[in-house]
Antibody, heavy 115, light 111 residues
């Protein structure tokens, strides 16, 4: 059974940093492309970015609002996906979901950016 | 950036009746590999989204066959042949041509 469990969310001040983790199990993590999607409170879904598999260079793509501030990485030895978020803004407040490339989703972790 | 427009934005359906949601893309979603990367998700209240349909018309594992997807050019449709109470929630279409984008969502409830 595919399982994705996010962690690391919390309250952070504007300009601060946070690193989210996503622990994956139940499938071959190293072969999978992974994505992060977020959802602001009461709003729709917004794709954050993706990372390809290591064999494809673990290259990344991001949505424009987070480019240069967020970094997606992976540790295949730990079956874990990361989202490093720097220079956080109030508009980054959202539930952050990791997905196994758009099919299976975790339950999400809430990030609140507020002073 | 590709814009996805969904209609209607809300829908109230009698159980057992059909329902249809439209998703119009501002550009072709046909990839160079010949596939069209249009997905449909359902987000039930308090839950993460769940994949229903991928590549326009392929049902994901475990999805009931009352759900179907189709396309006509840049117009995509999700149909529910007979709505059940468990189908309530918000339906999103999504495309995965860089950068990925979601439609605004269609809220479905039961009459």
């Amino acid at each position: 059974e595919v399982q994705l469990v996010e962690s690391g969310g919390g309250l952070v001040k504007p300009g601060g940093s946070l690193r989210l983790s996503c622990a994956a199990s139940g499938y071959s993590f190293s072969k999978a492309w992974m994505t992060w999607v977020r959802q602001a409170p009461g709003k729709g879904l917004e794709w954050v970015g993706r990372i390809r598999s290591q064999t494809e260079g673990a290259t990344t793509d991001y949505t424009a609002p987070v480019k240069g501030r967020f970094t997606i990485s992976r540790d295949d030895s730990r079956n874990t996906l990361y989202l490093q978020m720097n220079s956080l803004k109030t508009e980054d407040t959202a539930i952050y979901y990791c997905t196994r490339y758009l099919d299976y989703w975790g339950q999400g972790t809430l990030v609140i950016v507020s002073s | 950036e590709i814009v996805l427009t969904q209609t209607p934005l809300s829908l109230s359906v009698t159980p057992g009746q059909p329902a249809s949601i439209s998703c119009k893309s501002s550009q072709s979603l046909l990839h160079s590999d010949g596939k069209t990367y249009l997905y449909w998700y359902l987000q039930k209240p308090g839950q993460p989204p769940q994949l229903l349909i991928y590549e326009v018309s392929s049902r994901f594992s475990g999805v009931p066959d009352r759900f179907s997807g189709s396309e006509s050019g840049t117009d995509f449709t999700l149909k529910i042949s007979r709505v059940e109470a468990e189908d309530v929630g918000v339906y999103y279409c999504m495309q995965s041509i860089q950068p990925f984008t979601f439609g605004p969502g269609t809220k479905v409830d039961i009459k």
